[in-house]
């Protein structure tokens, strides 16, 4: 009788620095709890509305930066934490690593132009978290209208989509892609008003 053989291990790839430091910056629950309890949408409307500047005044930014000091020193890091009026950056000394987010209420000025804005709509955020560009839109055009926009005007720009479904009556998601780059479509309605997110970023490797 044959032993089965164990499945063979992947070999572990080590987080960035900056990627364990996120971690327990994400565990730093008086620092940053909206992650947890509004989301990110939600936290680059409380960052673009000078949240950042909030916990500066409030005197956290000290207390989050030795937090992350010590778990950076733990994970053999350097940490340096800038916290700034629209969000914060951390950089890894040693390895020159950075990871940002940064927040604030207009349409950056390099988001991509092949990526269309429903108008009339008011920006209600913008926020720039590592190597992705999330912007959110509030209009109050109905749902179906801002849908079947951004189905006509990105196809027209080049994206395909290889998923979009609806999850509830009010809720549509789709996924598009372009060469390297990836966007999320999130379109839902919320008290009477028809939310738009949009979430830039480069395809994940192996995608």
């Known amino acids: 009788m044959t032993t089965p053989q164990q499945p063979a291990q992947m070999p572990k790839k080590s987080l960035p620095a900056w990627a364990k430091v996120l971690i327990v910056l994400l565990i730093i629950g008086f620092a940053f709890a909206t992650l947890a309890g509004i ?22 930014e000290k ?5 992350l000091k010590e778990a950076g020193e733990k994970n053999g890091a350097d940490v340096d934490v800038n916290l700034g009026d629209k969000g914060f950056v951390i950089k890894d000394e ?3 690593e950075e990871f940002s987010i940064k ?29 992705m560009q999330m912007l959110t839109l509030e209009t109050s055009a109905p749902l179906d209208e801002v849908s079947q926009f951004y189905k006509t005007k990105l196809s027209e720009a080049g994206w395909q989509s290889p998923f979009s479904g609806s999850f509830a009556q009010d809720t549509q998601a789709s996924l598009y892609q372009k060469e390297n780059r990836q966007l999320t479509l999130s ?9 738009i997110v949009l979430s830039n970023a480069a395809t994940p490797a192996g995608l």
Do not use: C
């Open 63 to 67: 207390a989050v930066e030795h937090g």
């Open 94 to 96: 040693k390895s020159g």
């Open 39 to 60: 989301g990110v949408t939600l936290l680059g409307r409380y960052l673009s509305n000078g949240g950042a500047e909030k916990l500066i005044e409030q005197g956290i």
């Open 103 to 131: 927040a604030d209420n207009k349409i950056p000025a390099d988001f991509p132009k092949d990526i269309p804005v429903f108008s009339p709509a008011a920006v209600v955020s913008s926020m720039v978290m590592g190597g």
């Open 187 to 195: 379109i839902s309605t919320q008290e009477g008003k028809t939310m």
